[in-house]
């Protein structure tokens, strides 16, 4: 998965922002003080894993 992210960026480096998809960690730290279980529905922008989404739907 990690290598996509690379390839991608090398070719398209003005247009895409990481080198590498958001992990799990990052994901739980920013959503650390979000009410997520008063959250109906979640949108996760961009053209990512959905980790963020994944790490609201577990908490």
Known sequence: MGNNFVLEFL????EVGSLLPSSRF???AML?????DKIH???EYGSGTGTFTKVAQEL
């Open 26 to 28: 990052l994901a739980n």
């Open 41 to 43: 529905r979640m949108v």
């Open 11 to 14: 070719r398209h480096s003005k």
């Open 32 to 36: 650390e003080n979000v009410p997520v």
